[in-house]
């Protein structure tokens, strides 16, 4: 939980509080009081008033442009009471001739007198109100006010989250599962923190920094959580982007701020949730060379990494980013951010030992395997398992079930995988036709590919945002390699839907429209990444890492700068591979068009198809030429 501060400092009345209290008070005196004191002032109609004055009814009057104040004859031997009238005048120059001739007496006002203090008050309450407003708009940002420690300049101070040893929150590495590597480096740095003068004594320096890379969801804060609970010293927590202010200056404040804080309460870890906020390259970007705000804000953060010594304390900075290659490279140097520790996605056994964390709060039934679900889950991180877990529990508790079964966790992977099953999205029965044979398609051609995947599931029933049926293949290991043949392999299993419109209905949809997409990528990437064309040779001409379509200069065309005739071979390339794969698919299901019919119409009566019924009539299928059945 969070350290609250506030017992250090008593609490006090605010400024503005009573600032608003007094200005208040004077405005109502000045409001009320007249009307207390004074006689009671009644609005007329300036036509009665006209109507009075000729009825000889009125006495004296008060005449000035603003307004017109009269009192009326008392009549002879009723109680003398003042009654004051009062109208808006109207422009008329005869008013003073019809007075006179009335008989009433009438008169300008007499001029103000010098009410210097009104005039005072007049100057001085605005300023003092929005005194009063700003105050109380700080003490809310800041937490606290004059008292809590956080007064109207309260952005510069830093807005990270303490947790101390002994919440009800620790997480210690019994907690952490499938980077066995990463806890292994991290075991030391805890080593460092609990006994540092052991290092020291034989001359070893205690690393400043430990960066955190990896993909989204694997862990990385969890793993900074899990070092500050083993080693129980203070944890300061804080995300990059909380650093960067839209007043000029305030980043690094809240740098310097930050520090000062942990270095009081040393040893301690500082840990930076996305470094890449600010830590981005100052040799790159639309302010390369400038002095924005995000680059004052990483000069400070290299600062006080340098300015570490040994009276210090230690102090060790833990950071976390899925995107190292955009770092600076002043952070990334010896000195600064000393290791990089990779906190990767989990392969079968690491799966299997999250879904074991996670599932210790949900009550399962004893036939659930967790290996099987494991081994179903190929590169999901430790986020997508947490998840994977909840939504099995949700199900079993909507269906009003004490516990959760296997089936509830294979409807969880494939609503994490395809999406929620859409109900509300009826097909007509050419639709659903042409989905059953395209599905099929893939499930054909990719039961006879190579690549160790298996097809466990065939289904026409809409998901998602888009998907009007899926095919569910599932590796049966992990895999962190693949060949030539295989990447061939994968692009015809894209492309055996199209492939099967085509032959059964002569012409093709919509409906592979992603296929498509996907099969030219992985072509593309087979020829500009990894060097698999005779024609180009050993080269990469794309830019970046492969994952990143748009490259590093933000361009649509992730290419390096290639000649006319080399970006024609590449297209040619391109084309050359997805055409063979679409003839590869084409040969398969006319090779097993018998095979194709009788699943499809299967699957349109049951519209959904997976387990041994599944594997059976895969085994079926052959490829061209070869009278052996394709084994699974």
């Known amino acids: 939980m969070p350290i609250k501060d506030d017992s250090r400092k008593p609490r006090r009345f605010q400024l503005g509080n009573v600032l608003l209290l007094v200005s208040g008070l004077i405005l109502v005196g000045n409001i009320l009081l007249p009307s207390l004191l004074g ?212 980043g690094a404040a809240r740098v310097r701020d930050l520090f000062e804080q942990a270095k009081k309460q040393a040893p301690c870890i500082i840990f930076i949730d996305e470094l890449d906020a ?53 952070l990334l140097r010896p000195g600064r951010f000393d290791r990089q520790v990779l906190v990767d996605r989990p392969d079968l056994s690491g799966r299997e030992e999250i879904l074991k964390i996670y599932a210790r709060n949900v009550k399962l039934e004893d036939a659930v395997d967790l290996h099987a679900i494991a081994t179903r889950t190929p590169g999901f991180a430790g986020a997508d398992l947490s998840n994977l877990v909840n939504e099995a529990a949700l199900l079993a508790a909507r269906a009003k079930r004490t516990s959760v079964a296997q089936a509830d966790f294979n409807e969880a992977i494939e609503r994490v995988v395809a999406g929620l099953e859409k109900k509300s999205r009826v097909l007509n029965e050419k639709e659903k036709t042409i989905v059953a044979y395209h599905e099929v398609g893939h499930a054909l051609v990719g039961s006879l590919m190579p690549g160790g995947s298996k097809v466990a599931k065939i289904s026409i029933v809409p998901r998602g945002m888009a ?95 290639v000649s006319e005739e080399t970006a024609k071979a590449i297209d040619s390339e391109v084309k050359g591979i997805v055409e063979a794969a679409r003839d590869q698919a084409r040969g398969i299901l006319n090779g097993n068009r018998e095979l194709l019919e009788t699943i499809s119409q299967q699957i349109l009566e049951t519209e959904v198809i997976e387990g041994d019924l599944l594997q059976t009539l895969l085994q079926k299928a052959s490829l061209p030429g070869s009278a052996v059945p394709a084994a699974v």
């Open 467 to 561: 998907a009007l049926g899926y095919t569910l293949q599932l590796p049966t290991e992990d895999r962190f390699l693949m060949s030539e043949e295989e990447l061939r392999g994968q692009i015809a299993t894209l492309l055996g839907g199209r492939a099967a419109e085509e032959i059964i209905f002569g012409s093709v949809t919509t409906g592979a429209a992603n296929d498509l997409q996907r099969a030219t990528d992985l072509a593309e990437r087979m020829v500009t990444t990894y060097g698999m064309s005779d024609v180009l040779g050993p080269l990469a001409y794309e830019k970046g890492s492969q994952n990143n379509f748009l490259g590093q200069d933000g361009m649509g065309n992730p290419r390096r700068m």
């Open 39 to 250: 006689p009671t002032i009644s609005r007329v109609p300036y036509s009665l008033f006209i109507d009075q004055v000729s009825d000889g009814k009125v006495e004296r009057a008060s005449v000035s442009q603003e307004e017109i104040r009269y009192q009326l004859k008392t009549e002879d031997g009723a109680e003398e009471t003042v009654q004051i009238f009062s109208t808006t005048p109207i422009f008329d120059l005869e008013l003073p001739q019809r007075l006179e001739d009335n008989g009433v007496e009438f008169a300008a006002p007499a001029p103000p007198k010098n009410r210097w203090f009104t005039t005072l008050l007049g100057w001085i309450i605005p300023p003092l109100i929005f005194v009063g407003i700003f105050q109380i708009f700080a003490a809310r940002q800041g937490g606290g006010g004059l008292g809590g420690g956080r007064g109207a300049l309260s952005f510069t101070r830093s807005k990270a989250k303490v947790y101390v040893e002994g919440d009800d929150t620790k997480v210690t590495f019994a907690d952490v599962a499938g980077v066995e590597e990463a806890k292994v480096e991290l075991e030391e740095v805890v080593e460092f923190l609990k006994s540092p003068k052991r290092f020291v004594d034989i001359g070893a320096r205690i690393p400043k920094g430990v960066l955190l890379v990896g993909p989204p969801g694997t862990g990385k804060t969890l793993m900074a959580k899990a070092v500050a609970g083993e080693a129980g010293v203070p944890f300061f927590s804080i995300s990059g982007s909380e650093f960067v202010e839209l007043f000029v200056g305030a």
């Open 278 to 330: 600010i830590g981005k390259s100052r040799a790159s970007g639309p302010f390369a060379g400038g002095n924005d705000e995000r680059e004052q804000t990483l000069n400070q953060l290299l600062t006080e990494m340098d300015g570490f010594s040994a009276g210090d304390g230690t102090v060790i900075v833990l950071a976390a980013t899925n995107r190292p290659e955009s770092l600076d490279q002043a």
